[in-house]
C-alpha cells in the first residue's frame, strides 16, 4: 500500500541531513485501495508541526501527495505520516530500513537538521589517519628514563599485573618523538595525511591519560622544540598532527591535584585555598572525591567548571599553546562526559586558530546520543566536526563475522543517513584502537583465555591467523570504501595480534612485520587518494558494491572474497 523510503531520491529531497533554511521535499505514493482522501506529516522537535500533503496526481496503482517544507532551527528531529480515509487514521512509521509501514507505534524517521554555516577542517577531509600509542611506536636512544615506574627493552612482554596482582601501567617502553620522526617516511608511505597521537602531556602512566601538566611534552617523550620538528617534517609529507584532549579528568598525581606531593604547586587534595580546588568535586574532604569510573588516580573535573575551561580553552590556555606550535587538530577524550557548553568553547578556541579539527570521542551514533539525561547537539554545527565512528567498526566486524549483510547496510546507511555531510567527511572510519581488541585478532576467532595472563600470553594458531589475515582485507577494504576517514591503528597493517587493553598496547613490532598485509594497506592508501567525495552502497544478492569514484568495491562475505575494481 505504501511506497516511501527516506532512502531514496525519488520519495525524499535531499538525502540524509539537512542545513537550516533548506527545502526539504517529500513524494509519499499511497495505493489507490487505500481510498485515501488526504494525508498529513507530523514534525516532532521542540514542538510538533503538522502539514497537510498536497494531493498531486494519480499515476497506475497510487496516489501521489507532496510536500516542501524548511526547518529553521538546528536540531533533532523525528517524522512520520497519518493516511486519512473514510474509515479513519492510517499511522505511518518506518522499518529498520527507512522504507513506510503502516501501524501503530511505530518509529520514525529522523531529519537531522544542522547550521547552515556548519564547516569542518578542509585539511583532513579525504585523507588517511594513522593513529600512534606514544609508548609504543619508536624510540630513539636518548638516554632518557621514565620519572616513576621501568623502562623495558622494545622486545621485551607487557606487564599487565605486578606482583600483588594490580595492574600500574607504569612499564615503559620509551617510544618518543624522535623515533616518530624517523619513521615519517614509512608512515608516509601508507598514505597517510594526519598522525593521530594518543597523549603526550606529562603523566606518570604508560598511556598517560592521567595528565600531570597540560603545558608540557612528557620528559620521556621529548620535548617542545622536539614537537616542533615532528610537525615541520610531517608537514614536508603532507601530514598534519592531532593531539589527544583529555579534558574530563585529570591525574591525582599532578601540579592540580598534587594528591603525593610531589609538585611544588598547592594542589586541590592539599588545601581548599588552592586555586585548583573549584576545579574538583570531594565529598569528603580531601580523600573522598568523584572520579572517572571510580579510579581513583583520574579525578574528574567538574563539567561546570569555568575556571577549568578558561584554562583550556581561553586567551593563553592549552589549547591556544598547542595549536600555535603546529597542532592541526584535537580529538576529544570521553566527549560525552563534557557539557555542551564545554565543547563549545573548545570549538570557538579551534577554530579561532585556524581550519583547526575537533573529533569526538563518541562510540554510538553521536547524532541520537544522549548522555546525563541530556540529548546531545555535537553534529549541528556548534560543537565537533566529527566522531571516531565506532558503530562502522560494528559493522564490518559483524558482517564478516555473521554474514548478515542487512544488518551491515543498516548499521552503515544509518549513520549515512542521520549525519550532515561534513560532518561524516570529518568522522573517523577505525577498526581498532588502543580501547578495543587488535582487529586481527577480533577477526581470528580466538578464544580469550580466562585471566590477562592467559590473554597474553595467546598467540593465534595457524588456522586462526590464516582466517584472520584472510577477513582483516576484507575489512580494511571496506574500512577505506566508506565514508570518512580511514583510521589505522599502529600495527594493524603489519599483522599485530592481541586482546584487550593493556594487551592491544605492545611495542610495533619491528623485524616481524607481516610484508603481504602491508603491501595490501599501501595498496589502500594509494586508491584512497583518488576516490571521489560520493558514496553509494548497494546490495546484489549475497554481494555488497561499494562505489567510490571510478572504483568499486564487491565483496561477498558467505563466500569471504572481495574484489577492487577500477572503472575507466
Known sequence: MLKFDSRNLEYKRPFGAVKTRRKVSLVFPVNVSACSTGVGMILRGEKTVRYDMEYRRTTGEYKYYTLDFTVDEPGLYRYRFEVYTQDGCIFVGRNPDGVAVAGDWLPEWQLTVYDEDFKTADWLKGGVIYHIFPD????????????YGYLKNWGEELTVVDDDGVYRANDFYGGNIKGIISRLDYIASLGVTAIYLSPIFESHSNHRYDTADYMKIDALFGTEEEFAELVKEAEKRGMGIILDGVFNHTGADSIYFNKFGHYP???????????????????????????????????TVRR?????????AGKGGVIEKWTKLGAKGWRLDVADELSTE??????????SHGDIAI???VWEDASTKISY????????????DGTMNYPFRNAIIGLLKSKNIDYFVNEVMTIVENYPKEALASSMCLLGTH?????????????PGNTKTERLAYRLTPDE???GKRLLRIASALQYFLPGLPTVYYGDEIGMQGFEDPINRRPYSYGYEDNELLAHYRYLGAIHREFSEEFSLERRGSELRLMRGRYTLVVNPIEESYDVIKNY
Open 136 to 147: 609504543r611506536f619508536a624510540r630513539v636512544e636518548d638516554g632518557k628514563r621514565p620519572l
Open 265 to 299: 604547586s598547592l594542589g586541590a587534595y592539599q588545601s581548599k585555598k588552592s586555586p585548583y580546588y573549584k576545579w574538583y568535586t570531594f565529598t569528603e574532604y580531601p580523600d573522598k572525591y568523584t572520579c572517572w569510573w571510580g579510579v581513583t588516580v583520574v579525578p
Open 304 to 312: 561546570d567548571c569555568a575556571e577549568f575551561q578558561k584554562f583550556i
Open 342 to 351: 564545554f565543547i563549545e568553547k573548545l570549538r570557538v578556541s579551534c577554530k
Open 359 to 361: 573529533i569526538g570521542e
Open 373 to 384: 539525561g541530556e540529548a546531545r547537539r555535537y553534529l549541528f554545527g556548534h560543537e565537533l
Open 435 to 447: 580501547d578495543t581488541v587488535r582487529i586481527l585478532t577480533a577477526l581470528s576467532g580466538a578464544a
Open 465 to 467: 591467523l590464516a582466517k
